[in-house]
DNA sequence: TCTCCCGACCTACCTG
DNA sequence: CAGGTAGGGTACTGCC
DNA sequence: GGCAGTACTTTGGCGC
DNA sequence: GCGCCAAATCGGGAGA
């Protein structure tokens, strides 16, 4: 399985595909950001973050995409360029009929170090471990991406219900899965469509780090 | 002219296509609303939706396109389906080499019916009968696009942003006689009223749009 | 070029 | 003329 | 299909 | 197993 991690981001986005299996050894295919300056107009910059990863998707043919999903509290500003690139992201990959995947920063990082409250650093080093790389990837965005490449790989695209993008306006609470059904309006005929929905919807924002 | 206006939203995206010049008759080309069902995965929905913006660009060929500016409160779910639609618009513009003018929900009621602070109501009024239209567009946001092309033509493409940025400070647009826009300096304060918007947003009940 | 630190919406309208 | 202030949206759900 | 009403962050960790 | 609590960001510019 391989899998493109992306940590979005409009001046610095990193890219990361990972090979591997679910529960085996992770081998890491490639590694970039791609940075846009501030300079350039907006759309401009979208642009080349689009393009960039349309170009990674067809070049390295991942079966899913993970996009880590975005967290923004009352600070909106400096969200927005991410949240496009998140954007971006997931119809380039739906563009290209690939699996998508979205991830939380605690998702992430409790799949890579087992504590979702785990350090940068932590993350860092625990990605260079698990791809067995000799350094560090440099750019700290390049090293996210591969953390949610792994996180995807590991934990699956399973993501539940509903995206934040989305306002949800429904808080699930705990059990997902369950709240699955207790959600459907028209549970029984619609259930089946729910839980395609539901099985697919990995969808949602990207998140910021 | 012809300008491409877009009212940015995940479960509905207003597209209008206007025609005509700065100070001239205006004339409504084409119209229409971009629905995608929330039961969708985000990222179908949103390749929905870039396709279509792609689409149109391609089929009525406008000189520029014209995105709504979003402002986000503190209330930040709501928001992120709309920026991710927005920055489609953007990246869709750009990629077919269009010109691209952003205007805040103030610079086009303020375009449109004279007044920043009018109501929507206006706003859809002005609309029909700047365009000359038997009726009012039928959803609302679809008269919301038509306002933001409108706006577009006669005030000309906002990038101011991008201009600083740039250094070029070159308005795209011809240069218009209306006042122009003059930057408060008041930047000091800002901290203090972030905080008072923000606090605000959370006590109160948000109003219906 | 990478690092570290700081700051955090944008406009229109009304009033003095 | 300058400064200060207030305002601005959306997606989901249920119902008509 | 359209209109109106309401809520508006999420998640892992730890304690109970 | 359930519930409550606390924490989480990024872009621009200057300097090494």
Known sequence: ????????????????????????????????????????????????????????????????????????????????????????ALVAAARAGVEVGTHTPSEVKAAVCGNGRADKAQVTAMVTRILALDSPPRPADAADALAVGIAQIWRGGGQRRLDAAAGTGRPVGAGWDDAVAAQAPARQRAAERWAEAERRARQSTRRSR
Chains 1, 2 share one sequence.
Do not use: K, N, Y
């Open 1 to 88: 399985m391989r899998v493109l991690g992306v940590d979005p981001g409009l001046t610095r986005c990193g890219l990361g595909v990972v090979e591997g299996r679910r529960g085996g050894t992770l081998r890491m295919v490639a590694v970039d950001v791609v940075r846009t300056a501030p300079e350039v107009p907006l759309e401009q910059r979208l642009l080349a973050v689009s393009q960039r990863i349309e170009a990674w998707i067809a070049e390295h043919g991942p079966d899913a995409v993970a996009v880590e999903r975005i967290f923004a509290r009352s600070d909106v500003s400096t969200i927005m360029g991410t949240v496009q690139a998140s954007g971006l």
